[in-house]
């Protein structure tokens, strides 16, 4: 097992732009998490899968956000109509049940230009 | 409205000193504590954690403290060594939630 995977690791895009960034977490894992990291400052959780349902939404996921795990194997992070603010580090991480030490990834850096 | 915090941005030991890397929190929720190590290009590695029914755990060079009653905690490693050199994040679980909330980070220099 290579760990928690995390595709692409970088990404420019123009504003009003979508995009779609792709985690493979540890295949044991059922927690699947995705977190946002901005310059300065600590990662902030976004959302979180157990298997297949998303469970719990952060208030910073706005609707131009959106997350899946179908089958409860790799996950997307998609944002629509990207805006500068997105500009930010996306980590994925996974652990299993009740195990709070998470495997993350290498994170996407996305940029907006 | 930062839960965690950490309120040294940077900290340069000698090698083969202590380290001691701090941490405050003001909700009296949290009811687990970890540790994360950051290099660059790399996410976040887990390091360390404690439940708030203990004040102390060890692993190796790698001691946590918690104090409930101040909500603080601290990170200690003895012997620091170079390749200790990181971010290091404070972070903390609400009981009954799923989320961890991270602080914003302590730059660990080892000097050789």
């Known amino acids: 097992d290579t760990g928690v995977s995390q595709d692409p690791r970088h990404k420019i895009t123009k504003r009003g732009q979508n995009v779609t960034f792709r985690c493979d977490p540890i295949s044991e894992h059922n927690r699947l998490y995705w977190y946002r990291q901005t310059l300065g400052q600590g990662p902030e959780f976004l959302t979180y899968f157990q298997n297949e349902a998303q469970l719990e939404k952060s208030r910073l996921l706005s609707d131009r956000f959106s997350a899946e795990r179908p089958k409860g194997s790799f996950s997307t992070l998609e944002i629509q109509r990207t805006e500068q603010g997105d500009s930010a580090m996306y980590l994925c991480a996974s652990s299993l049940q009740n195990n709070y030490g998470y495997t993350f990834g290498s994170g996407t850096r996305l940029t907006v230009v | 409205d930062q839960q965690v915090k950490q309120n040294s941005p940077s900290l340069s030991v000698q090698e083969g000193r202590i380290s001691i890397l701090n941490c405050d929190y003001t909700n009296s929720m949290f009811d687990y504590f970890l540790w994360y190590k950051k290099y660059p290009a790399e996410g976040p590695t887990f390091l360390i954690s404690?439940?708030?029914?203990?004040d102390k755990n060890e692993d190796g060079r790698f001691t946590v403290f918690l104090n409930k009653s101040a909500k603080h905690l601290s990170l200690h490693i003895v012997p620091s060594q170079p390749g200790d050199s990181a971010v290091y994040f404070c972070?903390?679980?609400?009981?009954?939630?799923?989320?961890?909330?991270f602080g914003t980070g302590t730059r660990l220099t080892v000097i050789p």
């Open positions: 404690i439940s708030s029914i203990k």
């Open positions: 972070a903390a679980r609400g009981t009954g939630a799923n989320n961890l909330f």
